[in-house]
């Protein structure tokens, strides 16, 4: 079991940046890969960013490529998302979600633990 809290959401003004956090506890943290997705309003969820167990290999989607980064510390057992140059599309709840293993990692439908998510809400 992993329980995933996250934090670090708020309001921001275009161009402007957040670093997300999320907090997990659980012995096996380490062994599962992590990932960000958000839900905009009257839009499905969708994938951020990952980052393998290892935390060593990042992904992200084109929407926030170059403007996002995903790290994480396994000794702390949080995964951070430093988000810059934000903008309006960006305004979303964003959720932490762990995952066993590498596999799709932009597949939502394959994480097993999902946090309660932090708004974000970038004013233009």
């Known amino acids: 079991q992993v329980q995933l809290v996250e934090s670090g959401g708020g309001l921001v003004q275009a161009g402007g940046s957040l670093r997300l956090s999320c907090a997990a506890s659980?012995?096996?943290?380490?062994?599962?890969?992590m990932g960000w997705f958000r839900q905009a309003p009257g839009k499905e969820r969708e994938f951020v960013a990952a980052?393998?167990?290892?935390?060593?290999?990042?992904y992200y989607s084109n929407s926030v490529k170059g403007r996002f980064t995903i790290s994480g510390d396994n000794a702390k057992m949080t995964v951070y998302l430093q988000m810059n140059s934000l903008k309006a599309e960006d305004t979303a709840v964003y959720y932490c979600?762990?995952?066993?293993?590498?596999?799709?990692?932009?597949?939502?439908?394959?994480?097993?633990?999902w946090g309660q998510g932090t708004q974000v809400t970038v004013s233009s």
């Open positions: 659980g012995r096996t943290f380490s062994s599962y890969t």
């Open positions: 979600a762990a995952v066993l293993g590498a596999s799709k990692v932009t597949v939502q439908g394959l994480y097993d633990f």
């Open positions: 980052i393998t167990w290892s935390r060593s290999v990042t």
